[in-house]
């Protein structure tokens, strides 16, 4: 069972970029799409995007202008981030493995909680 | 965007009892990207049923999902101790967002 790291600053000032990694054991991170997903306090699960080694990139649109999500092949891990955060990004962040012929989720970190304050 | 609901927010069972558990999509949904997902506090969600009825690995076989277009359901047949925990429904469409439920907790 591959099991998926987070990690990254627990806390982040308002304005400031927010940067995380994810890191994936083995050799498989050039097989799968790669995902960030978020769930602040209290409140549901948010899709953030997808990102692939060939540069193929998907994001929510609500986060578009401000994420950016890659992949480090010779790190084994994938990247996120998040420019001039604010109160509403305070969240836990998950990254997940997204299996086509499922179309779903298969694998997923345990996510790491990001607060923002100053 | 596809808005899924999920009722009821709290489920308060003894184990042993059977669970069931409701995902309304707000338009319908294809069934094939229909996904439920256990998830544990401190732990990684866990992949539990793909394509609305189809049981992912290891998943053991009192966990059953049924449903098309819009309404979709999650049962658990008897009450494991271990199955106490949040359970959230997914969906997929290239075209439009990924979204989520907003969970449904299994507690004793």
């Known amino acids: 069972q591959v099991q998926l790291q987070e990690s990254g600053p627990g806390l982040v000032k308002p304005s400031e970029t927010l940067s995380l990694t994810c890191t994936v054991p083995?050799?498989?991170?050039?097989?799968?799409?790669w995902n960030w997903i978020r769930q602040p306090p209290g409140k549901g699960l948010e899709w953030i995007g997808y990102?692939?080694?060939?540069?193929?990139?998907k994001y929510n649109p609500s986060l578009t202008s401000r994420v950016t999500l890659s992949v480090d092949t010779s790190k084994n891990q994938v990247s996120l981030r998040l420019t001039s955060v604010t109160a509403a990004d305070a969240a836990v962040y998950y990254c997940?493995?997204?299996?086509?012929?499922?179309?779903?989720?298969?694998?997923w970190g345990q996510g790491t909680m990001v607060i923002v304050s100053s | 965007d596809i808005v899924l609901t999920q009722s009821p927010g709290t489920l308060s069972l003894s184990p042993g009892e059977r669970a069931t558990l409701s995902c309304r999509a707000s338009?319908?949904?294809?069934?094939?990207?229909l996904t439920w997902y256990q998830h544990k506090p401190g732990q990684a969600p866990r992949l539990l049923m793909f394509?609305?009825?189809s049981r992912a690995n290891a998943i053991p076989d009192r966990f059953s999902g049924s449903g098309s277009g819009t309404d979709f359901t999650l049962t658990i047949s008897r009450l494991e101790p271990e199955d106490f925990a949040v359970y959230f429904c997914?969906?997929?469409?290239?075209?439009?967002?990924?979204?989520f439920g907003g969970g449904t907790k299994v507690e004793i």
């Open positions: 338009q319908s949904v294809d069934s094939s990207s």
């Open positions: 083995g050799g498989s991170i050039n097989n799968y799409y």
């Open positions: 997940a493995r997204w299996s086509i012929a499922w179309r779903a989720f298969d694998t």
């Open positions: 990102t692939h080694y060939s540069g193929n990139n």
């Open positions: 394509g609305a009825s």
């Open positions: 997914q969906q997929y469409h290239k075209s439009l967002l990924l979204t």
